[in-house]
């Protein structure tokens, strides 16, 4: 559709929408016939706060996509696929420079009998508290102590 102002009664037809416009009296199809006819090249000077007004409300996206979701998709399918190769890698590989090493009193020890022997000690140690789990529960159940704790909750009431 080819348009030509150069007869009044285009351009009356223009101002008619431009004034139905500012009543808010338009339709959604008269306001695009309103943006062809005020963007067309004919019309002169003369309708640039409308222009300004309609442009503002169709304004297009002028940014540039950079990467197409397409193209991302793939991208972060081989990322995961090498992640997970690498992660493979490192957990089925064994580490050929792992030591034994042990902190005692701030200290790093390397040498593998010292450290076998610091972790028979702290075992041992571990093995002679049994008594101590033992005393203390024979200490909750014992009705002296059952007794005593109920007496405390009894002057609370």
Do not use: C, W
Request: hydrophobic share 40%; charged share 25%.
């Amino acid at each position: 559709m080819r348009l030509k102002f150069r007869s009044k009664i285009e351009i009356g037809e223009l101002e008619r929408l431009i004034d139905r416009y500012y009543e808010g009296l338009t339709t959604v199809e008269e306001e695009k016939q309103l943006y062809k006819l005020l963007t067309h090249p004919d019309v002169k000077n003369g309708y640039e706060a409308e222009r300004a007004m309609l442009g503002y409300f169709r304004q297009k996206n002028t940014r540039p996509q950079l990467i197409s979701i397409p193209v991302l998709r793939k991208v972060a399918v081989v990322a995961i696929v090498v992640m997970s190769g690498i992660a493979a890698l490192q957990l089925l590989t064994p580490d050929m420079n792992a030591t034994s090493y042990a902190y005692v009193n701030g200290i790093r020890i390397t040498d593998p009998g010292r450290v076998k022997t610091y972790a028979k000690v702290s075992l041992g140690s571990l093995t002679n508290s049994e008594d101590l789990v033992t005393k203390s529960l024979e200490d909750v159940s014992s009705r002296q102590m059952i007794e005593n704790q109920l007496d405390i909750f009894a002057e609370t009431e």
